[in-house]
DNA sequence: CGAGGGGATCTAGCGGTGCTAGCTATTGGA
DNA sequence: TCCAATAGCTAGCACCGCTAGATCCCCTCG
C-alpha cells in the first residue's frame, strides 16, 4: 500500500497488476468464445485452463469458480447487448421499438451460448436494487427508451418488463426449436402491434 | 409372444411387464420429486437410483440416458399443464384469456424444476411436425382456445405462440428473480390489455 | 423333483467433472 | 549474495453419467 505508488505509480508491482488483469480478461475472453463455439458444456476448467496455458488452480485465483466466470461472461455480454440496442436506430418508416425488438433477437440468435449465460442460466447476479451491474442497467434503460414513445398512459417500467419478458419468451422457445419458423415475421408484427397501436382507455 | 397371450392374458409374462411398467413410472415419479424438492442438479443417477431402491444399471434398463428421464418428466408435465389449462375457466367478469394466463404462471411459479425440464432445458423432444407428444399438443391447445375470442382478424397460430412466448418470458425471467414483484399484478394487466384491446385496422 | 438355461440385477470400474491441499521454483528486496 | 514471499504446478478428492461382466434367481423341461 505505502511502497506501490510511489514514482508516479510506475513500478514492478504495477506492471504484474497490470498483467494479472490481462490475464483475466483472457480467461473471460476464451470461455466465452469456447462457449459460442461448442456451447457451455464444453466449456470446463480443464480445457479452459489448457487454452490459456495455465493449470487449473489459476483460474481460481482469479475466480471463485467455475460461476463466477460465466457470471463475469454474461455481464459484460450485457454491455455488448447495451451497445448493440444503442445504435440499432429505426430505418425509415421504422419504429424505434421495432428495431430494438429487432436488434435484441439478432442477437439472442447470434449469440446463443452468451445470451443464455446472460438470461437463462441461473446466477446470483444481483437482480434487486443494491449493485445490479452498470451493464445491465444500461442494456435494461435502453429498452425502456425504445419502449417510452408508446408507452400511452402505462406504466413505463412495468411495460417495457412486458416488452423484454415477450422478447425474452420468444428468444429462447425460438433457440430451443419450440416456435415455428414460418410465423417468425408475424410474430415480430403482432407482438408490436398489440403493444404500441393499443387504442387504450383510460379506465381498468 | 405366441406364449404369452393364452388364457385371456393372465400370464406370469403379464405380471412381470405390469410390474416393469409399475417400476418405470416409479423412476419418473421419484425424479420429478427430487428435482422439484432439491433442483435438478440434485437429481444424479446414483440418487435417483438409491431412492427408488434399485441400483443404477436398472434406471438404464429403462431409459437411454438420464436425459431421457428427464425428458419423460417434462412431457408428463406437459398433461399436467394441459390439465390445468382445461379446468381453468374465468371466474365472472374474467376473460378467458386472463384465466388462462394466470393459470399458466401459476403452475410455473409451483413446480419450477418442472417447468424447466419442459421449456428451459434444451432437449430433443420433436417439436417439429411429426411425433409431438400428445400431451404437449394438448397444452398448445389449450392456450389456442383461450386466444381465440380476441383473435379478431389475425393469425391464431401465429398470435397464440405470442401469447405463449410472453408467458414463458415472464415466468422464467420471474423465476430467476429479474422482474420486480411489485409489477406482478401490472404486467399481466397489460400484456392481456395489449393482446386482446387493441382495436385493429386491417391494413399493414 | 432336480438340472439346466436365460434373464434380471448387481458390483466394480472407466473417463470425465469442479475444486483444492501442499510442494516447487522463481523472483524482488535487504 | 542470500532469503523470504509468492506465483504456479502436480496430484488427488469426491462426485458425475454410464457400462462391462459376474452373479443370482426363477422358470421351464426332462
Given at each position: 500500500?505505502?511502497?506501490?505508488?510511489?514514482?508516479?505509480?510506475?513500478?514492478?508491482?504495477?506492471?504484474?497488476?497490470?498483467?494479472?488483469?490481462?490475464?483475466?480478461?483472457l480467461?473471460?475472453?476464451?470461455?466465452?468464445?469456447?462457449?459460442?463455439?461448442?456451447?457451455?458444456?464444453?466449456?470446463?476448467?480443464r480445457?479452459?485452463?489448457?487454452?490459456?496455458?495455465?493449470?487449473?488452480?489459476?483460474?481460481?485465483?482469479?475466480?471463485?469458480?467455475?460461476?463466477?466466470?460465466?457470471?463475469?461472461?454474461?455481464?459484460?455480454?450485457?454491455?455488448?447487448?447495451?451497445?448493440?440496442?444503442?445504435?440499432?436506430?429505426p430505418s425509415?418508416?421504422?419504429?424505434?421499438?421495432?428495431?430494438?425488438?429487432?436488434?435484441?433477437?439478432?442477437?439472442?440468435?447470434?449469440?446463443?451460448?452468451?445470451?443464455?449465460?446472460?438470461?437463462?442460466?441461473?446466477s446470483?447476479?444481483?437482480?434487486?436494487?443494491?449493485?445490479?451491474?452498470?451493464?445491465?442497467?444500461?442494456?435494461?434503460?435502453?429498452?425502456?427508451?425504445?419502449?417510452?414513445?408508446?408507452?400511452?398512459?402505462?406504466?413505463?417500467?412495468?411495460?417495457?418488463e412486458?416488452?423484454?419478458?415477450?422478447?425474452?419468451?420468444?428468444?429462447?422457445?425460438?433457440q430451443?426449436g419450440?416456435?415455428?419458423?414460418?410465423?417468425?415475421?408475424t410474430?415480430?408484427?403482432?407482438?408490436?402491434?398489440?403493444?404500441?397501436?393499443?387504442?387504450?382507455?383510460?379506465g381498468?
Open positions: 500500500m505505502s511502497s506501490g505508488a510511489r514514482f508516479g505509480g510506475v513500478t514492478i508491482q504495477n506492471r504484474r497488476e497490470r498483467e494479472r488483469a490481462e490475464r483475466h480478461q480467461i473471460i475472453d476464451v470461455a466465452r468464445d469456447l462457449a459460442e463455439a461448442e456451447g457451455w458444456d464444453a466449456v470446463t476448467t480445457r479452459l485452463a489448457e487454452k490459456v496455458e495455465y493449470s487449473q488452480p489459476v483460474l481460481y485465483s482469479h475466480f471463485k469458480g467455475k460461476d463466477a466466470i460465466v457470471r463475469a461472461v454474461a455481464i459484460q455480454g450485457c454491455g455488448e447487448l447495451a451497445r448493440l440496442l444503442r445504435k440499432a436506430r425509415r418508416g421504422e419504429s424505434r421499438l421495432r428495431a430494438a425488438a429487432e436488434a435484441y433477437l439478432e442477437f439472442a440468435r447470434r449469440r446463443p451460448a452468451l445470451y443464455d449465460a446472460m438470461f437463462v442460466q441461473q446470483d447476479i444481483p437482480w434487486g436494487t443494491d449493485e445490479v451491474p452498470q451493464e445491465l442497467l444500461d442494456a435494461f434503460g435502453e429498452l425502456v427508451a425504445a419502449v417510452e414513445p408508446v408507452r400511452g398512459e402505462r406504466d413505463l417500467e412495468a411495460l417495457t412486458v416488452f423484454w419478458s415477450s422478447l425474452h419468451g420468444i428468444a429462447t422457445l425460438m430451443g419450440r416456435l415455428r419458423p414460418v410465423h417468425d415475421e410474430r415480430l408484427d403482432l407482438l408490436l402491434g398489440a403493444l404500441s397501436l393499443a387504442e387504450h382507455e383510460d381498468l
